[in-house]
């Protein structure tokens, strides 16, 4: 099974700063994901990418940028946090035949 | 576009008891599916999944079909425990663009008591 790991389990940022949130595979999957989970919304995707320098825009795109370089990293960029961006955000790898394998998470509070 | 839909919760459930969470999708061509758990405090993980018409997914005594005449992957339990008390999550796969897009539904939460 793919095991993804995302940088940061907790964060604290202030509005208006620029944010990075990581996220690594340790396999070669092509599809790797972002979304962001709050009480009673659910899950909801940002982006996804399912090559190196391949992304499209999710349901929630406003706000976010992301970054594949590289096939095992999937970067989510804020661009200019903001209050209503404090939220959970989590990583998704995998492929559709073996499934698909999510981070621990990173839970960002912007104050 | 692509969606899932989930029955509301919570379900409540007494040990031992038989469930059900019903689930219907709406996907152009041929989606694959699955089921995600949530147990309290934890992430979300791959409880099951289906990759064609009339599959059978199975773990730890869940089973769901994929039944593409009724567009429906009904996760199933003969007998619950109070362990199984989670959020369940079912989730379709389809080619969208260049890839696959995964698309959640809003997750049924499971109660099961003694």
């Known amino acids: 099974d793919v095991k993804v790991t995302q940088s940061s389990r907790y964060l604290v940022k202030r509005t208006g700063e620029k944010v990075f949130l990581e996220c690594v595979q340790d396999m070669d999957h092509e599809n790797m994901f972002w979304y962001r989970q709050d009480p009673g919304l659910g899950l909801r995707l940002i982006y996804f990418s399912y090559d190196v320098k391949m992304k499209e825009k999710g349901d929630i795109p406003e706000g976010y940028s992301v970054s594949r370089e590289k096939k095992e990293r999937f970067s989510l960029i804020l661009e200019s946090a903001s209050t209503n961006q404090t939220s959970m955000y989590l990583c998704?790898?995998?492929?559709?035949?073996?499934?698909?394998?999510f981070g621990s998470g990173t839970r960002l509070t912007v104050v | 576009g692509n969606s899932v839909t989930q029955m509301e919760g919570p379900v409540t459930l007494s040990e031992e008891a038989f469930l059900t969470i019903n689930c219907t999708y709406t996907a152009t061509g041929y989606p694959s599916l699955f089921w995600y758990v949530q147990y309290p405090g934890e992430g979300l993980q791959l409880l099951l999944k289906?990759?064609?018409?009339?599959d059978k997914g199975s773990n730890k005594g869940f089973e769901a079909t994929y039944r593409k005449e009724t567009t429906s992957f009904h996760l199933e339990k003969g007998s619950v425990q109070v362990s199984d008390s989670a959020v369940y999550f079912c989730?379709?796969?389809?080619?969208?663009?260049?890839?696959?897009?995964?698309?959640f539904g809003t997750g049924t939460q499971l109660k099961v008591e003694l």
């Open positions: 989730a379709l796969s389809a080619i969208t663009g260049g890839g696959n897009k995964l698309t």
């Open positions: 998704l790898a995998g492929r559709t035949l073996y499934g698909y394998t």
């Open positions: 289906a990759t064609k018409a009339d």
